[in-house]
């Protein structure tokens, strides 16, 4: 159901009442559709339309569509059923969301919008709960409302529903969400003599006896609460889409999340996959402000929504376009880091979006708000909705992405990656359970470290959900201490029929419902990397301290120590006390490779100056050709095919122009003009990249 009426939507969020001000409105729409903006987004607050039960205000967001549909600008309405009217809070204070302590979420100003209605800590779930039917049913008629009332506006172009799909950690108890878990648990074990014994307690009389965890520890009860969770938020989101369409068939449903599913798919229920698998368009916020502007941070952000896209079309959906003050993220860092954006950050930041296979941006401010504590954030026009030289770049990169010149290059999308990085939700969730009180978190350092590990080594490695490992041939699991029988027959089945596996330490150590396997590798993973353990040493605190040998590369450890004996494989790496620490293997046309530790975290923590060279070398054993080859590290490579057209990009994020040399393993560059920069002159022998630029080449 997607439309066609725009080549390529460039944007912001504009209104979020009660900024920008009203005098300024006509205006600021002309100045974007004569800047090349095409598309807006306003947040449509349930706590800032129905001002009582039954009584909605459209009046200012009818204005909102007239002025876009005047100056030829699409309009993305985000539902925001959770900010709450007041009315409502009061109405149903029976329904307020509870946190896991016991105080109740009450109505707050907004931090991005200075409007009420705003929970103090449900994250993007609001202040009451929709287990109850009576918030269900007054939510539901403001849905049912405001579709009606704009589905067939000439503005309009679709919906974004859940913004930035989320919800606290803490929430919720509240007696609704408890009778909730009890017909979930009723449904997946079918009597209580069941639940007892797969939850080791045995003196439930009744299912109202069931309460849901308050500490979150490595056991199944919490285990099943995370699950419920994730179901019944995401179920609820199923629900704005369901009510959504009852109304309107014909426009967009939109969604996007902040790609947080490493390390926050388990605590916070960012799970990119899930939430994109029910929009017909997904999007990611990513703000370097507050993620930091290294640029292996920028490809994650970009990379992660690709994988969980699955090839649905994917935007970025909030981006940076202006300074960010006095919040936590940014204190203490330096002005260059995100704190004040420069044009060329717009442009770089943009850039390798849409080298990662973006289609779509939108600032998450068109101006900064005025009221708040994020008064002067993000904007890329001024406070007074002047032009900048910000909004001057942005202008130039949105009439050139709508140029009809540009259509064969947005037709072509990335091709895939060389490697995958293996994404199992069950290992991130007992992880999440088994150090919840520690400040040790080596599964966000394992995953980020071999995706880092893999960039710098010139690949394109992409996140793999457990469910798409066919697509690929060559993965690599990072910190995989826990997954489930089903998951481990699959993964034995991959590489039966021919998948290439790097496995670091204690694989499905531990198993269904984290139970602790008396023989390991577990789950039958002991035929498949040809090796039995000898020890094993869960000290993530001292991890550092380990460190073995590859041949004549010293490689350092992280996280855990798993020691093995040989059944079938070949040692090929020793711990510098003589134990057997890695482990080639093959197993039907397929082979593993188990590394005994988690050199992955060591790469993260020490940013990438230990074990470059080892994982240069699982490259090399892994036989994997690059797609591209560059003479210089600082820049990045990313081919993009299409039926029409196939294109080379070349991302320079530093500040310095930088050369290379380029080597590709298909295809060789046409000599014709590139697509970025327009004025690029063309030298094979010698391409040049610009500062914080990218360059955008044609292939034959």
């Known amino acids: 159901m997607l439309r066609n009426d725009i080549q390529f939507p460039f944007g912001a969020v504009y209104f979020r009442k009660s900024n920008p001000p009203r005098d300024d409105w006509e205006r600021d729409y002309a100045t974007a559709g004569e800047d090349g903006l095409n598309i807006f987004r306003h947040w449509f607050m349930w706590s ?36 709450v009217p007041d009315w409502a809070v009061r109405k149903y204070a029976d329904a307020l969301q509870v946190n896991a302590d016991g105080t109740k979420l009450g109505s707050s100003m907004g931090v991005s919008a200075a409007t009420g209605g705003f929970s103090n800590n449900g994250g993007g779930a609001g202040a009451l709960t929709l ?43 509240s007696s609704y969400a408890k009778a909730a878990f009890r017909r979930w648990l009723e449904k997946k074990y079918g009597s209580l003599k069941v639940l007892a014994k797969a939850w080791h307690r045995y003196s439930y009389a009744e299912w109202e006896d069931i309460e849901p965890p308050v500490h979150m520890a490595p056991y199944p009860e919490c285990i099943d609460w995370l699950q419920f969770k994730r179901d019944n938020f995401y179920n609820q989101m199923q629900w704005r889409i369901d009510t959504i369409r009852a109304v309107d068939q014909k426009n967009v449903i939109a969604a996007h999340g902040i790609s947080g599913s490493i390390p926050n798919m388990v605590a916070n229920g960012c799970d990119d996959w899930l939430a994109a698998s029910k929009v017909e368009i997904y999007g990611f916020t990513w703000i370097q402000a507050r993620k930091g502007t290294e640029p292996w941070k920028t490809w994650y ?22 300074p960010l003050w006095l919040q936590p993220q940014v204190i203490g860092r330096d002005k260059d880091d995100g704190r004040v954006a420069e044009p060329e950050d717009i442009r770089i930041w943009s850039m390798t979006s849409f080298a990662g296979g973006a289609r779509g941006v939108l600032n ?10 994020l008064f002067g954030a993000f904007g890329a026009y001024g406070m007074d909705g002047s032009r900048t030289p910000r909004s001057d770049m942005q202008s130039a990169m949105a ?15 990335p091709v895939r990656g060389e490697v995958g990085i293996l994404v199992v939700r069950e290992t991130q969730e007992w992880d999440y359970l088994l150090n919840y009180d520690r400040k040790e978190k080596p599964y966000p350092e394992a995953m980020w470290g071999a995706y880092r590990a893999f960039l710098e080594q010139g690949l394109q490695p992409d996140w793999v959900h457990i469910d798409d490992i066919d697509s690929y041939d060559f993965l690599y699991f990072p910190y995989p201490i826990m997954f489930t029988a ?65 041949g004549d590369i010293a490689v350092d450890g992280g996280g855990l120590l798993q020691s093995y004996r040989l059944t079938s494989g070949t040692g090929r790496g020793y711990f510098d006390d003589g134990r057997l620490a890695v482990v080639e293997s093959r197993f039907g046309k397929g082979r593993t490779l188990l590394i005994g530790t988690n050199p992955s975290v060591a790469f993260y923590r020490t940013d990438g100056r230990s074990n ?19 003479s210089n590290e600082a820049i990045f490579a ?23 040399s380029v080597s590709l393993a298909e295809g060789k560059l046409s000599g014709a003009k590139a697509a970025w920069p327009p004025e690029f002159a063309f030298d094979a022998d010698r391409l040049e990249v610009p500062a914080r630029d990218v360059l955008i080449l044609p292939l034959s």
Not at 142 to 170: M, Q
Not at 364 to 373: A, E, I, Q, S, V
Not at 516 to 532: A, H, I, K, Y
Not at 616 to 621: C, I, T
Request: charged share 25%.
């Open 486 to 550: 089903e998951q481990a027959a699959r993964l034995k089945t991959w590489v039966e029929k021919g998948g290439t596996l790097i496995s670091e330490a204690c694989p499905g150590y531990f198993g269904d419902r984290g139970h602790v396997g008396q023989v390991q590798p577990n789950l039958g993973l002991d035929e498949v990397f040809g090796v039995r353990e000898e020890d094993v040493e869960f000290m993530p605190d001292i991890g550092h301290r380990i460190r073995f040998k590859v």
């Open 301 to 322: 952000g970009v990379d992660i929504n690709r994988a969980a896209a699955r090839g649905k079309p994917f935007w970025h959906a909030e981006r940076q376009g202006g």
């Open 612 to 630: 470059a060279a080892f994982f240069a070398g699982l490259v090399a054993w892994s036989a994997r050709t690059r797609h591209v080859t560059l």
């Open 48 to 83: 800032a339309i129905e001002v009582a039960p039954g009584v909605y205000d459209w009046e200012e967001y009818d204005r909102q569509l007239d002025l876009a549909a005047k100056n030829g600008i699409k309009t993305i309405i985000a539902e925001l059923i959770h900010a």
């Open 399 to 413: 009439k050139w992405a709508n140029d009809p010149a540009q259509a064969v290059l947005w037709e072509a999308k």
């Open 364 to 373: 998450l401010r068109w101006r900064p708000l005025l009221d708040g504590p």
């Open 638 to 660: 990313r081919i993009h095919r299409g039926e029409s057209a196939s294109f080379l990009w070349l991302v320079n994020p530093t500040r310095q122009n930088q050369t290379t």
């Open 131 to 173: 287990n109850s039917p009576e918030v269900k049913e007054a939510a539901g008629n403001f849905l049912t409302a405001l579709a009606t009332r704009y589905k067939d506006h000439p503005a309009i172009y679709g919906y974004d529903v859940w913004n930035e799909c989320n919800y606290s950690a803490d929430v919720d108890y």
